[in-house]
């Protein structure tokens, strides 16, 4: 049987956001486990002891019938090279264990890739993407994974959706990292300065 996680931010103690961690992963159980009931994140972590300093990184690996839970200290990764990947064919619209196809080709050693469809940004390997134009900030409408970081913001109005080419990145000055472990804001660049590779 397949698996599915969520990554959560635990902030000195506090669990961030629950509640669009829950919308997730019953939204999961109905695709995919449609027979079962989703699990309780809000009664599961009522019964664990959560570190009470620092940032850690909370992750719930379930299926149907089972889950287990890994906590540990959270620290956001150093990029200093980004690969830019066609994959046409590539979805990855639930969060699935088997991240196979959004691995790194260690042979173009690169921290990090961006995949693109027809030429149109999706995510990184682990990220949804936001590019700044006009002190506002955009991201793609083509993503693959509808993060809940992502969702929260939209609905926030803090960021807005756009169809972004790479050929329209002339239009857009910062590039940033989102994900429920990363603030927007908390890994940027400019564009200017970021090394970005096409991948053939």
């Keep these: 049987m397949c698996q599915y996680f969520e990554t959560i931010r635990i902030e000195d103690g506090k669990i961030c956001h629950l509640d669009w961690h829950q919308k997730r992963l019953t939204e999961t159980f109905v695709h995919k486990f449609t027979c079962a009931k989703p699990w309780d994140l809000q009664e599961i972590l009522g019964e664990i002891t959560l570190p009470s ?29 980004i690969g830019i990947i066609e994959s046409p064919t590539l979805q990855y ?47 793609p409408t083509t993503y693959l994974l509808n993060g809940t970081y992502r969702q929260r913001l939209l609905a926030q109005k803090q960021i807005h959706e756009d169809k972004i080419h790479l050929d329209d990145f002339q239009h857009f000055t910062h590039m940033a990292y989102i994900n429920a472990m990363l603030p927007l804001g908390r890994m940027q660049w400019e564009l200017s300065a970021l090394d970005l590779k096409i991948i053939k």
């Excluded at 909370?58 to 090279?81: G, M, V």
């Design 53 to 81: 300093q620092g940032i850690h990184k909370l992750k719930i690996i379930y299926d149907a019938q089972d889950f287990t839970i890994e906590i540990s200290p959270y620290s956001s990764k150093i990029i200093n090279s």
């Design 93 to 139: 619209p639930f969060k699935s264990t088997d991240r196979s196809a959004l691995e790194i080709p260690q042979e173009h050693k690169v921290d990090d890739v961006i995949f693109t469809q027809n030429g149109f940004l999706t995510d990184s390997s682990y990220a949804n993407l936001c590019f700044m134009r006009e002190d506002k900030w955009y991201t």
